[in-house]
Structure formats: structure tokens, C-alpha cells
């Protein structure tokens, strides 16, 4: 079984950074020829697509919304994900989700099969 456990949530002031982690865990855990992923979901809103890595060849994937702003990367040795998150602004005010996919640089959370627990991002004006 993968347990992923997302840290580095909190309050900042609009304008702030904020680097997520999320340590991916499991007995027969390999991470080559898998994405991981960061999804956010706001009060009232449905969850959506922030950025991914695909873990073997490093390649990345954004949102719109976040592109310039926020930076996925990854170390292979500790099998962590981090999302840096810069120039934050109040609509980036979500719980914040790291995922694992089979498939390449998805941006659909249907074809995410692990889910960490989430992480709380608190964007003030």
C-alpha cells in the first residue's frame, strides 16, 4: 500500500511563498513511470488540477492559473514531491492534495489512483 503525507500548509500574507512537500511511502513503493501530482480544492469548489512531474523523466505539467508562479519538483531519493508556491494570492486558498497517477502527466484526478490526506494553504489579503 502508498501512503503520501503532504506538509508545509499554512497562513501566509497575499504576495508570500509557501513550498509544499509530500512524502510518498510503501513497502514495494517505485515511483519510475509514475506522475505525481498536486491538486487544490476550495470551499464550495470542485478540486482541480495545480501542477505534476512525471518521476522518471522530470518532466512538468501546470495549470494555468499557476504557471510562473509555482514550481513542482522532486527528489528521487527520498521519493518527495515539493510544490513552491510564490506570488500567492487569496484565490489560492485551498486544501492542497499530492497524488500518484500511471498516467503521464495527467491532469485529470480520475486517473489518480493514491491520495495523501491534504494540506491546508490559507492565502490572507
Known amino acids: 500500500q502508498v501512503q503520501l503525507v503532504e506538509s508545509g500548509g499554512g497562513l501566509v500574507q497575499a504576495g508570500g511563498s509557501l513550498r509544499l512537500s509530500c512524502e510518498a511511502s510503501?513497502?514495494?513503493?517505485?515511483?519510475?513511470?509514475?506522475?505525481m501530482g498536486w491538486f487544490r480544492q476550495a470551499p464550495g469548489k470542485e478540486r482541480e488540477f495545480v501542477a505534476a512531474?512525471?518521476?522518471?523523466?522530470?518532466?512538468?505539467r501546470y495549470a494555468d492559473s499557476v504557471k510562473g508562479r509555482f514550481t513542482i519538483s522532486r527528489d528521487n531519493a527520498k521519493n518527495i514531491v515539493y510544490l513552491q508556491m510564490n506570488s500567492l494570492q487569496p484565490e489560492d486558498t485551498a486544501v492542497y492534495y499530492c497524488?500518484?497517477?500511471?498516467?503521464?502527466?495527467?491532469?485529470?484526478?480520475?486517473?489518480?489512483?493514491?491520495w495523501g490526506q491534504g494540506t491546508q494553504v490559507t492565502v490572507s489579503s
Open positions: 512531474i512525471w518521476w522518471i523523466g522530470g518532466g512538468t
Open positions: 510503501g513497502r514495494t513503493l517505485n515511483l519510475n513511470g509514475y506522475t
Open positions: 497524488a500518484i497517477s500511471a498516467s503521464v502527466l495527467s491532469s485529470t484526478q480520475y486517473q489518480y489512483n493514491y
